[in-house]
């Protein structure tokens, strides 16, 4: 079974910074894309980044310039590197591993509170 370990969540001032990473271990090879999706207090839940083992990526414009996505395909490790964050980046931050043939999965989450 795949399980995915979220980790780097926190408490930051506006304009700091914050590094998730992902990690996904079990019956896994490879994977067609992984990414990020966060979700607010009263919101759905909403894209954040992605990338694919390729290394093509893709931002939400609520990000772009502020985010960077990375990963080691190797490892089937994403991470989320989060600069000049701002009280609107509070959510709960979700992993996605997406596979050729498979189901998606998701992390359990990790919280990240940006404080004005």
């Known amino acids: 079974q795949v399980q995915l370990v979220e980790s780097g969540g926190g408490i930051v001032q506006a304009g700091g910074s914050l590094r998730l990473s992902c990690a996904a271990s079990g019956s896994i090879s490879s994977f067609a894309l992984m990414g990020w999706y966060r979700q607010a207090p009263g919101n759905q839940r909403e894209f954040v980044a992605g990338?694919?083992?390729?290394?093509?990526?893709v931002y939400a414009l609520s990000v772009k310039g502020r985010f960077t996505i990375s990963s080691e395909s190797a490892r089937n490790t994403v991470y989320l590197q989060m600069t000049n964050l701002k009280p609107e980046d509070t959510a709960v931050y979700y992993c996605l591993i997406r596979r050729i043939g498979h189901p998606d999965y998701w992390g359990q989450g990790t919280q990240v509170t940006v404080s004005p």
């Open positions: 990338i694919s083992a390729g290394g093509t990526t």
